[in-house]
C-alpha cells in the first residue's frame, strides 16, 4: 500500500481541503461586481497579514514574478542598490536589480547565518552622499533556513533615505513582519507558502515613498505596472485577466487564518520549528543554522556524512511517500530540508521525524529510536498546555 503524501517542503505547500474546494466553482466575469467584491475582500485580507494600510497589488506569476514587479517600478537603471544576501534567494533578489540596470553592491553573510545589523549600518552610514537608493534584504531564506531580523536591520538604518524593500515569499504568514510599524517601503510575497493556495499569486504593497519613487522612474514595464494595477485596482478590477480560482482560493485561506488569528498562526509556526529541533538535534544529527537565526518555516539539517542527505531523501519517498527538500547548490547532498509551513498539521511533523528516524537507523547510524520522537512529543506538549493556559 502507497502511504498518503507528505508534502514536507518549503513550498508549494498542501492545500486545505475547504481552500480546493473553494477553488473548484465556475468562472466568472472578472470585469463583473461579483469578482470587485472578491479583490476588495482578498486585498484587505492580505493586507492584514502584511500589517499594512497601505497599497498592494496581487500579480498573476510566482514569487519571483513579485520581485521582478518591485525592481522593474521602484528602482531605476543605473541607480545604486545594495543587497544583502544570506543564500540562493537573497543572490536572486541581487541578480533581478542587475538585469535591469541597477548598479547592484552585494552584502554577503555566510550561508546558515543571518545578516549583521551592525555591518549593514556600518556600510549605510559611509553612503554621505545618498547614492545608495534601496537596500534589498531577505525575510525568511528558504535556501538555508534562516530569518533575518528585519526589524533590528531597518531601525539600524533609519536615518538614510533608501528605499527598504524585502523580499518575504515564505516569511509572510510565519515570522512576524509589520510592515507599517516596522517602516518597510516595498514587500513581497507569494501565495504557495503560509498562505495555503497553490502557487500563482504574488503579492507587493508599496509606502508612499516607493510610489513617489515609481512616479518619476522611467517606466519600463507593461504587465507590472504599478500605476496601470492601482487605476484598475480602484474600480475592483486588475489590468489583465486575473487567474480567478486562486482568487477563490486565497479569499478562503485568508478566513481560515482569520478564524485561528495571525498571533496564533504564527505561534503554531514557532512550535513546528521548536518540535523540529529539538528533535533533530536528539538525534545527534546538526542543525545546520544556529538558534538565534532558526527559521519557522523551514529547517536545514546536516546529514551524516556516510550516508549523504539524497539517500536519506530518496529512501524517506519510496518507503513512506514522504517528500523533504534537499540542499540547493553547494549544499546539494549535504543538507536536506524540512518545511513546516502552511497547511501542516503537528501530527505530520510527528510522522515524519519517526520515519527520520527508521531510515537513520536502517542507514546504519547509531540512534535509540525514539530519541528525537521524544523530545517532539514533549515539545507538543507543552505547547498544547501552554494553549489552555
Ligand atoms: C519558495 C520561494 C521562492 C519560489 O519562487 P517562485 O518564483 O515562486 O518559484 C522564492 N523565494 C523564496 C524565498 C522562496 O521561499
Known amino acids: 500500500m502507497k502511504n498518503a503524501q507528505y508534502l514536507l517542503i518549503p513550498g508549494p505547500t498542501p492545500v486545505p481541503l475547504r481552500v480546493a474546494r473553494a477553488m473548484d466553482r465556475p ?13 476588495g475582500d482578498v486585498v484587505s485580507g492580505v493586507k492584514r497579514i502584511y500589517r499594512t494600510r497601505e497599497q498592494l497589488l496581487i500579480y498573476p506569476a510566482s514569487g519571483t514574478g513579485g520581485l521582478e514587479a518591485a525592481i522593474a517600478n521602484f528602482i531605476a537603471p543605473g541607480e545604486k542598490v545594495l543587497a544583502i544576501s544570506i543564500g540562493v534567494f537573497g543572490d536572486r533578489f541581487a541578480e533581478i536589480a542587475t538585469r535591469f540596470g541597477a548598479q547592484v553592491e552585494k552584502v554577503d553573510f555566510p550561508w546558515g547565518s543571518g ?46 533615505p533608501a528605499l527598504f524593500m524585502v523580499y518575504s515569499v515564505s516569511g509572510l504568514g510565519a515570522h512576524e513582519l509589520r510592515m507599517d510599524d516596522w517602516d518597510l517601503d516595498v514587500v513581497v510575497s507569494g501565495s504557495q507558502k503560509a ?39 480602484e474600480s475592483g478590477q486588475t489590468p489583465f485577466t486575473p487567474p480567478i480560482s486562486l482568487y477563490y482560493g486565497l479569499q478562503e485561506a485568508l478566513k481560515m487564518l482569520e478564524e485561528e488569528g495571525l ?22 544529527l546538526e542543525l545546520f543554522t544556529k538558534d538565534a537565526f532558526a527559521s519557522n518555516a523551514v529547517t536545514s539539517v546536516c546529514a551524516p556524512t556516510e550516508i549523504g542527505a539524497n539517500s536519506i531523501r530518496k529512501y ?19 543538507i536536506f530540508r524540512l518545511g513546516h509551513l502552511g497547511y501542516v498539521r503537528e501530527l505530520d511533523i510527528i510522522a515524519v521525524l519517526a520515519a527520520l528516524e527508521l531510515t537513520l537507523v536502517k542507514f546504519k547510524y547509531d540512534l535509540q529510536l525514539g530519541s528525537g520522537l521524544h523530545k517532539a512529543q514533549e515539545t507538543l506538549l507543552k505547547y498544547h498546555i501552554s494553549k489552555q493556559e
Open 316 to 334: 524517506m519517498l519510496e518507503e513512506f511517500n514522504i517528500i523533504l527538500a534537499g540542499g540547493q547548490q553547494n549544499l546539494d547532498n549535504v
Open 27 to 39: 468562472m466568472i466575469n472578472h470585469r463583473g461586481p461579483e469578482f470587485c467584491k472578491i479583490i
Open 115 to 160: 545578516a549583521d545589523p551592525n555591518i549593514i549600518k556600518e556600510r549605510i552610514e559611509k553612503d554621505k552622499g545618498g547614492e545608495i537608493k534601496a537596500v534589498l534584504i531577505t525575510h525568511n531564506e528558504t535556501s538555508t533556513g534562516v530569518c533575518n531580523d528585519i526589524e533590528t536591520i531597518r531601525k539600524a538604518i533609519k536615518e538614510h
Open 263 to 284: 498571533e496564533n498562526v504564527l505561534i503554531r509556526h514557532r512550535n513546528y520549528r521548536d518540535m523540529v529541533r529539538t528533535s533533530i538535534a536528539a538525534m545527534g
Open 195 to 233: 498562505f495555503m493556495i497553490p502557487p500563482g499569486l504574488s503579492f507587493m504593497a508599496f509606502s508612499p515613498k516607493a510610489l513617489a519613487k515609481h512616479k518619476v522612474n522611467p517606466n519600463r514595464c507593461f504587465y507590472w505596472d504599478v500605476t496601470l494595477g492601482l487605476q484598475y485596482q
